[in-house]
């Protein structure tokens, strides 16, 4: 069975995220969204260490996740493809030393050094497949032994996005076992939220 969906292989370019930001510097309602501050506060709440040494965030946008993952790492690197939207990140963690920022396209370029964390927070359905598959060879590179990838997705279809947040958890949840372990896996109304140990 074929649809267009199925046919959108390719990943959304980095131009649809910078329209959107011009249109609206918070498209999604991060700041004021009742949905949004629960769903961080389950993704903060998972996370097993009280610190972490070495912190990834793949699409940090403007900040608001970032800044309260800050509070639980010794240092994070937050990464966007655009930089309307970073710009405002890091003006909303200019009081955080600890976050860097950095304009990257994951997973055509990706950080060289290694990670105890990567979040992968709302951005994995804008993949093709198989940048996808890029992307999940690439995070368990660069994620140490022990380490731990968080994984938060809106479930909903959305026409724009070429998979679904089930269909990018399901391909991280089959690397479970030769991969990683699997320490929380939870489904709520609108979102899943998975939490991997790195063999």
Partial sequence: MSSSHDAKSASVPPDYFEKMYAADLDPWDFETSEYEAKKYAATISVLPRSR???????????????????????????????????????????????????????????????????????????WGKQDLQTAQQKIAEHLEPGGHLLLVH??????????????????????????????????????RLDLLERF
């Fill in 52 to 126: 972490y040494q070495s912190a990834f965030e793949i699409g940090g946008s403007i900040g608001v996740l970032t800044e309260k993952l800050a509070a639980r790492c010794q240092s994070l690197l937050s990464i966007d493809v655009s930089k309307q939207a970073q710009g405002r990140a890091i003006e909303r963690c200019r009081h955080l030393p600890q976050v860097e920022f950095s304009i990257l396209q994951v997973p055509h370029q990706y950080p060289t050094r290694t990670f105890d964390l990567t979040v992968v927070s709302e951005v994995g359905y804008y």
């Fill in 154 to 191: 809106w479930t909903p279809y959305v026409e724009d996005y070429p998979l679904t947040g089930d269909q990018v958890h399901e391909a991280f949840l089959q690397e479970v076992g030769t991969v990683y372990h699997s320490l929380v896996s939870r489904r709520e109304e609108r979102y």
